[in-house]
């Protein structure tokens, strides 16, 4: 016989459901970038301490969203259950916390800068039906324990109170349903997204522009060795945005402000009207650790951000530009990054396709030579011409450093942690990068040995990774294989062990292996 508390506990956790679902629907339908539920997420990772999200970053990877969802899921029902029990003991008191979440909800809403005033309808509702079910639902309870204790047997108010939870199940079991399908075809975005067609770069040669086309001998064809071009699907994701946000290209625009002589916007067809460039460019983030995968080389298609601040005319004295996302999230670059001769973009293209959505559709920042935090604005919107001195971007404020120069690097992919192979000449292989400086040599070395030269794949350009190749002859036993970069500017990758925060790691990679 399942106890009192516990079916006020369940009507605690119906109503909250039904509540969630029905906020998450209307959000959907009204407000898609901001739902109740994300705004709280979003508004709980902005407010985390950034030791804790780094910690998220490096344990869960790119997963981190999912378990984190899971996690406020887990909260959500807890404190449902716990509203349930209040409400049974205390009229009101169980609604109370529901209106509690109501607010919370609204305030967290009101933290997103995509809200709008339509955005407040999705938690006002799932405060409302959320307390309306409670309500039905504990009194409906209460009835039955009248009934029984009237000597009556309570048995129609039973069959009353089980028919209200058993519907309000249905309900939710249905709409939460709906709610899944209206999240997976989520949404206009994809279609708005297909029917894009980008023009082709302008600038092609001959001799085609360097960065543009792969020459003879980048690719050193071995196995298991990370390919020069990273697939879109494939490409590491990092960023704070819970729900990917939704921006309808027809409706985005730049603004450039700030230290300017004009301010300047631009729509999406103005871009697509301009002279494109196509580079590959390699991006790195700063959480990627020493042998990490969060470093990926794209095509990118876009327009180069110096001409749109040449357009807008730099005053004297500004040396940032801070890059503004729709979602709030904010990068600050180093003036001269954008406006030097490197191919930073104003990208709509990734690998010959509009930007995945993920990766900022419409239109991202890219910039050869700095970590994406300082610089890799996704779903960008607004270019604000500043000083370091006057303004601070997302992750500056939150401990890691101002400027986010990439660290000359390498890594080892052949052979595997733990690999097996056979005696002879062993094929050490992987890639090293130094964006914007570029890749002089890269050099191998066995168990601690001496370093030898690894044969370096030609370089696409300064801003892309290379790989490199070198065979070694070792006899059976486990051995450890290291590399290092040197780049162009004579920089050496550093040996000494450094974490990620706040301004890159460094080290070397290291693979244990066994040759039989
Ligand atoms: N809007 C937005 N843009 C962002 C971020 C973010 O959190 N929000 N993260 C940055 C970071 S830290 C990196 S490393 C790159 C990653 O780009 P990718 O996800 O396309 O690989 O995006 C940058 N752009
Ligand atoms: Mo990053």
Request: some cysteine; overall charge neutral.
């Amino acid at each position: 016989m399942i106890r009192r508390r516990t079916w006020a506990a369940l009507s605690g956790a119906l109503a909250v459901g039904l509540g969630v679902i029905g906020g998450e629907l209307a959000a959907a339908a009204l407000s898609p970038s901001v739902t109740p539920v994300s705004a709280v997420g979003s508004a709980v990772i902005d407010i985390l301490p950034p030791g804790v999200k780094d910690w998220a970053i490096a344990w869960f990877g790119t997963a981190d969203k999912t378990v984190f969802l899971a996690a406020v899921a887990v909260l959500i029902t807890v404190l449902a259950l716990a509203a349930g029990i209040l409400e049974y003991r205390r009229t009101f008191a169980g609604r109370a916390v529901v209106a509690g979440f109501g607010v919370i909800g609204a305030l967290a809403v009101a933290s997103r800068p995509q809200s709008s005033l339509v955005s407040f309808v999705a938690p006002v509702l799932a405060a409302l039906v959320a307390i309306l079910v409670l309500g039905a639902l504990v009194r409906s309870l209460r009835a039955w324990d009248r009934a029984s204790e009237d000597g009556a047997g309570g048995l129609p108010a039973r069959r009353r109170f089980l028919q209200g939870a058993s519907g309000a199940a249905v309900v939710a079991v249905a709409t939460g349903a709906a709610a899944t399908g209206v999240r997976s075809t989520q949404s206009a975005v994809a279609g708005q997204r297909a029917a894009v067609r980008l023009p082709a770069p302008t600038e092609t040669g001959p001799p085609p522009p360097v960065g543009s086309v792969i020459p003879a001998g980048a690719d050193l064809g071995v196995e298991g060795l990370t390919s020069l071009v990273t697939p879109s699907d494939d490409f590491y994701r990092i960023d704070t945005a819970l729900v990917v946000p939704v921006v309808d290209p027809a409706q985005w625009s730049l603004k450039v402000t700030g230290r300017v002589d004009r301010e300047v916007e631009i729509t999406f067809d103005d871009l697509l009207a301009l002279p494109l460039i196509e580079r590959h460019i390699t991006l790195a983030c700063v959480s990627n650790t020493v042998g990490g995968d969060l470093t990926g080389t794209a095509r990118w298609l876009g327009w180069p951000v110096r001409e749109l601040l040449a357009r807008a005319g730099v005053q004297p004295g500004a040396d940032m530009v801070l890059s503004r996302s729709v979602d709030g999230f904010t990068a600050g670059t180093p003036l001269e990054a954008l406006t030097d001769s490197r191919d930073s973009l104003l990208a709509v293209g990734m690998n010959g396709e509009p930007l995945p959505v993920e990766h900022g559709f419409p239109v991202r920042l890219v910039v050869p030579g700095l970590y994406g935090f300082v610089s890799a604005t996704k779903w960008v919107s607004e270019l604000t011409v500043t000083r370091f001195a006057d303004d601070r971007a997302y992750w500056s404020t939150r401990g890691w450093s101002e400027r986010g120069p990439v660290k000359t690097s390498s890594r080892v992919d052949v052979p595997r942690p733990s690999a097996r192979v056979a005696a002879g000449d062993v094929v050490v292989a992987g890639v090293a990068w130094a964006q914007h400086t570029g890749v002089e040599a890269v050099e191998v070395r066995v168990d601690g040995g001496p370093w030898q030269r690894a044969t370096l794949g030609t370089p696409i350009s300064a801003d892309t990774w290379c790989q490199y190749r070198a065979t070694i002859p070792l006899e059976a036993g486990t051995h450890t294989v290291q590399s290092r970069a040197v780049d162009r500017a004579g920089g050496v990758q550093s040996e000494a062990s450094v974490a990620p925060a706040p301004d890159g790691a460094e080290g070397l990679h290291t693979v244990t292996f066994t040759v039989t």
